[in-house]
């Protein structure tokens, strides 16, 4: 499913006013002025990424992947996050800390963090069903 132009248009007007907020924080920053802490930044950095991957990946997978997973949105969200932590836990645990051959640790948290922000948008019925 490709995004429609209205939203397409919709994203971009709202991703750029984001970049610009962001540009506008980081000129405070430079100019010793009171502004967010380096914990406030990092975590809209790492928001920024995980908004631009939910996006792509929806675009690739559409709503149906979730919303007609067996037993339900919230069940199928719950075995994908359980199949991440279980990847995470067999590859860190038992002080093996195996480097994983197919998608780094951050792509698993990266994954799981938008499985919660989709599990969201399900409850909040913002989700396409």
């Not at 984001?18 to 930044?41: C, F, R, V, W």
């Amino acid at each position: 499913m490709k995004e429609s132009d209205a939203f397409k248009n919709y994203w971009d007007q709202k991703h750029n006013s984001y970049k610009q907020q962001k540009e506008a924080i980081y000129e405070l920053l430079d100019m010793n002025t009171a502004g967010p802490s380096d914990i406030e930044i990092n975590a809209y950095d790492v928001v920024d990424e995980l908004i631009d991957l939910l996006v792509s990946k929806h675009n690739d997978y559409g709503p149906k992947n979730i919303s007609d997973s067996p037993g339900g949105a919230i069940n199928g969200l719950r075995v994908r996050m359980h199949d991440k932590l279980a990847r995470i836990n067999n590859l860190f645990d038992n002080n093996k800390h195996t480097e994983p051959e197919h998608e780094a640790f951050e792509d698993s948290f990266k994954d799981m963090a938008n499985y919660a922000i989709i599990g969201i948008l399900v409850l909040r019925g913002k989700w396409e069903s």
